[in-house]
């Protein structure tokens, strides 16, 4: 199932700057294959449903696998229909 | 990996009122076997990662199946934490 | 013009444990008259669409005022419809 | 206080696209005279938080003005800090 998500990341513990972690979670989705559209509060997706978890899944474990990101919250929005195909591009106008 | 999400599914294209598709939405998670706090923005869960993508993965697929929600979009919120298991339960003061 | 709201508020900078801060934004919403209900992922509202913002801007004031929190970013959900009073109540089911 | 914020307006009950709406919506935020980013998840902004309260109430008010829209759920993400000034474009990287 085609998916478009927004994929806002926030790391908790790391300090006041978080910049360094929420730009390690953008390049993580990315790499994914996924197509990608940074902005200001997050990274918009569009892909399959189940990479664009897989994605997110992988954020957490990279950001906690190495020991210095203790807690995370990330905040997603899924969007899916069936009357055309998912689109970021015609959700603009 | 553990986690705690809230999952808020809004249909659009049925009406106004959402009430009996949200119910829809929220039998299909309760029935994954994760742990469900209903509330009235949502529902809490807390599990593994991967059954919380799931049960949402199947609210899309379910909900869309019988052709009678067209669209929809879903807010989850997830967290997770290396320095304790992450509860719900603990979310609360 | 009457609404229901979300609000969570996520302390950035304090160190993971975010749990006082938490328990004060919910303390300064419930102490500004709105209906309340108390949940995981934060605090249900119901009131006056003034009175939710008012609230919200008094708990980034406060947890910025006394200089223990550099920094907020609050989630919130926002509805109202014209068909019937907005409820947190008729939201469950 | 200053503020960044992210606005998604989600019509409810107007039928499965609601390109017409969310477009209404985001012309409604751009000429209240807050600084705008649109993408495809929603409207980021940048301004001061009454500035932003208010630009929300108007939609709200708008939207449900003449008759069209019978309900309106909208999330927003706020954020604000007291290390620096709040900027969307300090949040990209």
Known sequence: MKAVAEIQVIPIGVGVSVRKEVQRA???IKASGLKVQLHAYGTNV???IDDIFAAIKQVHETLHGDGTVARLS??????????KEPSLDNKLF
């Not at 990330?74 to 009357?83: C, E, N, P």
């Open 74 to 83: 990330t905040a997603i929005k899924l969007g899916t229909r069936t009357d």
């Open 46 to 48: 569009e892909g399959e």
């Open 26 to 28: 953008h390049e993580i």
